[in-house]
């Protein structure tokens, strides 16, 4: 009966199924209680953790909370090879922090060249779990990209279908004649929903979405084989973001912001509990001066907030109970792989983003810099 009506107080409805603990908080006085919602490990299905001393300074953010990481291959030089795959592990296993279980989940970077035989040697090696198609030039480091899918990547493709190899796609063309806002909706049109035609077998993860059309095409396709990562950004975020108040470079990410309806699409396709949808963060971190600078580099460094804001969303939808299921059972199931067996507390209790993250080589303005946000991460 405490329970429940300190529960209440918080004005959300009763999570199912899921363990919700209330403990009694000497702190917080309204009704002596306060909230805790304990969930499987989460994975982050998008993440970009550099190299070198950026490196070193994320990878814990990212370490602490999630149980397993699909680690983004757009580095400079880019990932292409499984044997770089295995060298850019190594680094990030030296990097975590001692004691910690994260473990990450290599990818390789699709280019031109990439031979169906490196698509076995990948599969092979048990160190890389899925292939990466950026479009070339349409983000950041894809200049290396693929320039025509349905040209020479057609062998590589079948031999994914062969070894059971994911593909994940940056789904935005990059015609400059096409409005940047469209660039999705047209890459969905021209390229995703011909691909996943001609290859009905193929994994796909379109990541990242922004658009309502990205969710009816998601919707329309077979569940075992087509989902897709949402970020923080694109649950939160519409494109005002960007000019509240003047630029805003720490709003500014690929795909980039979209209307308030195609938020809200996203929020409705995640929180219906469908099985296609999983946590993807896309947290890419850019040293302050090359965000704050006359052309400034697109990925917005969301790590450490993560997971107290995909819960916000939820909590806001009325739909806690369904959260679990989109931070740590979705992505793995997807992926074939088994479900974290660890448990973390998502506690309802304030507290205050860092205004910056400082590191050898400069500073990280992380997403919320500075904002206060509601629910506390930690580990049990
Ligand atoms: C990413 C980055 O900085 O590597 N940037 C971004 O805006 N999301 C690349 C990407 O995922 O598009
Ligand atoms: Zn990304």
């Known amino acids: ?34 909230m805790e919602l304990a969930i499987t490990k989460p ?11 950026l490196l ?12 397993r990481a699909i680690v983004m291959p757009n580095l400079k030089p880019p990932v292409t090879t499984t044997a770089r795959a295995v060298a850019y592990k190594e680094a990030i296993l030296k990097a975590i922090p001692t004691g910690s279980e994260f473990n990450p989940l290599m990818t390789l970077y699709l280019t031109d060249e990439t031979s169906p035989e490196e698509i076995k040697i990948a599969r092979k090696s048990g160190v890389v779990y899925a292939v990466k198609m950026y479009p070339a030039g349409a983000t950041t480091n894809s ?58 077998q193929l994994k796909i993860v ?30 939160l975020l ?28 996203i929020v409705s396709a995640v929180t219906s509990g469908s099985r296609q949808y999983f946590l993807g963060t896309d947290s ?21 907030v993560a997971l107290s804001l995909y819960a916000k969303v939820f909590e806001q939808a009325g739909a806690l109970d369904k959260l679990e299921a989109f931070t740590s059972f979705n992505g793995p199931d997807f992926y074939g792989l088994p479900r974290n067996t660890s448990r973390m507390v998502l506690r309802k209790s304030a507290w205050e983003v860092p205004k910056t993250y400082t590191y050898p080589s400069g500073e990280l303005v992380p997403m919320f810099a500075g904002e206060t946000l509601e629910w506390l991460p930690f580990d049990i």
Request: charged share 25%; proline share 7%.
């Open 284 to 304: 890419a971190p850019h040293e302050r001066r090359r965000k704050e600078c006359s052309c400034g580099c697109a990925g917005i460094y969301s790590a450490p």
């Open 143 to 200: 200049q290396d990209g693929v320039t025509d899918v349905f040209g020479k990547c057609l062998p590589v493709l079948e031999e994914m279908v062969k070894q059971e190899m994911p593909l994940l796609v940056h789904g935005e063309v990059t015609d400059p004649d096409v409005d940047t806002f469209d660039r999705e909706k047209v890459f969905i049109e021209t390229i995703l929903a011909p691909l996943v035609q001609k290859f009905p």
């Open 43 to 53: 994975d982050d299905w998008h993440l970009h953790l550099r190299d070198g001393d």
């Open 206 to 235: 379109m990541e990242h979405i922004t658009t309502l059309d990205a969710v009816r095409f998601i919707e329309s396709c077979n569940k075992e084989t087509v989902a897709a990562t949402v970020t923080p950004q694109h649950l």
């Open 1 to 34: 009966m405490l329970a429940y009506s300190a529960y209440r107080a918080f004005e959300t409805p009763r999570p199912v199924g899921y363990c919700i603990t209330i403990s009694r908080n000497p702190k917080r006085t309204r009704r002596g209680a306060r």
């Open 238 to 265: 519409n494109r005002n973001s960007l000019f509240k108040g003047g630029l805003q470079p720490h709003n500014y990410c690929l795909p980039v912001l979209k209307r308030e309806i195609h938020r809200q699409a």
């Open 56 to 67: 070193q300074a994320v990878v814990s953010h990212s370490a602490r909370h999630f149980g």
